[in-house]
């Protein structure tokens, strides 16, 4: 079974400039997270889906942060525009249902400069 | 509001030895999660033990099991019989039905040799 992937691994760019990240969930999961952690930090939600719609983006920065599932599979996370304190990574998860485990992607390690 | 405390930043243990690593909780819920993760430095978390709160018996996956005291709200994980690979950040998190899951600070656990 292919697990979650997310891209980019590595992003850099310069604060007031934006940037999006992909994820694809495991086939058959209806629920998809983003999380953003910190260094040194747990990860903290940003946001959960539900098929393609929202059940929970109450810790979206929704001034500057974005994100769609379109047809309920792929997702994408955008910043518009970036600041320093956004230097993070940006995991990704999937679960079959909106309480039992999560699976993780690799994440995407984002440094703003 | 739901919250995970780990109050060990780093510990360290030497190969083949026993570690305990310690999670408290706070919730009103009845009905819930546990996992630990491991989080090791290619930043991928892996899901290393689950507890449903409604079962007393505490889980175990092979080195790895859980003393799950759901009165005192406490969930430590107890590695037995260390391995190097099992150098990584691990993390306490919580999931109830009605709540996205939260994470502890994380306990980064050195093993060496």
């Known amino acids: 079974e292919a697990g979650v992937a997310q891209s980019p691994r590595y992003k850099i760019i310069e604060k007031r400039q934006s940037v999006a990240f992909w994820c694809n969930p495991i086939?058959?999961?209806?629920?998809l997270y983003w999380y953003q952690q910190i260094l040194g930090q747990g990860p903290k939600l940003l946001i959960q889906?539900?098929?393609?719609?929202?059940?929970?983006d109450s810790q979206l920065p929704k001034d500057r942060f974005s994100a769609e599932r379109l047809k309920g599979v792929d997702s994408t996370l955008k910043i518009q525009p970036a600041k320093l304190e956004d230097s993070a990574v940006y995991l990704c998860?999937?679960?079959?249902?909106?309480?039992?485990?999560?699976?993780f992607g690799p994440g995407t390690r984002l440094t703003v400069t | 509001a739901q919250t995970v405390t780990q109050s060990q930043p780093e510990m360290s243990v030497q190969e083949a030895e026993t570690v305990t690593l310690s999670c408290t909780y706070d919730t009103s819920e009845s009905n819930y999660y546990l996992f630990w993760y491991k989080q090791p430095p290619s930043r991928q978390m892996i899901l290393v033990i689950r507890q449903e709160a409604y079962k007393q018996q505490n889980a175990t996956e092979n080195r790895f099991s859980v003393n799950f005291q759901k009165a005192a709200k406490s969930f430590s994980l107890k590695i037995s019989d260390s391995q190097l690979g099992d150098t990584a950040m691990y993390f306490c998190a919580f999931v109830s039905n009605n709540n996205d899951m939260r994470f502890g600070a994380g306990t980064r656990l050195t093993v060496k040799p």
């Open positions: 889906f539900q098929n393609n719609g929202v059940v929970d």
């Open positions: 086939s058959g999961h209806a629920t």
């Open positions: 998860a999937s679960s079959p249902s909106d309480w039992s485990e999560q699976y």
